[in-house]
């Protein structure tokens, strides 16, 4: 039986859960971007607005700004409205 020490194991969970972490949409203040549209959905939204990479997803300034990349690989934000999902800005650089 092989027998590794804690911190290596740790590591090792560490490092198999990165990705994941770094994908992982931020989580709203409670209360900021209340309404119909929570951040999932924003992003579904922010999809067919025409972002296909996540770079970033978070409440601001009580709506969900989804930042990414578009199918030319440019820069683009998103701004979704919690209340109903409706696209309030798409910004391309």
Do not use: H, Y
């Not at 900021?32 to 959905?41: H, L, M, P, S, T």
């Not at 939204?45 to 970033?56: E, Q």
């Amino acid at each position: 039986m092989i027998r590794l020490p804690l911190a290596t194991l740790a590591f090792g969970a560490l490092l198999a859960s990165s990705p994941v972490l770094a994908q992982a949409p931020a989580q709203p203040s409670p209360g900021r971007c209340a309404g119909q549209v929570d951040i999932n959905r924003a992003i579904e939204i922010a999809r067919g607005a025409g972002v296909v990479r996540i770079d970033k997803a978070e409440c601001d300034d009580g709506k969900w700004e989804v930042e990414g990349r578009d199918a030319q690989g440019r820069k683009i934000e998103v701004d979704v409205d919690p209340r109903d999902g409706r696209v309030v800005k798409v910004e391309r650089d």
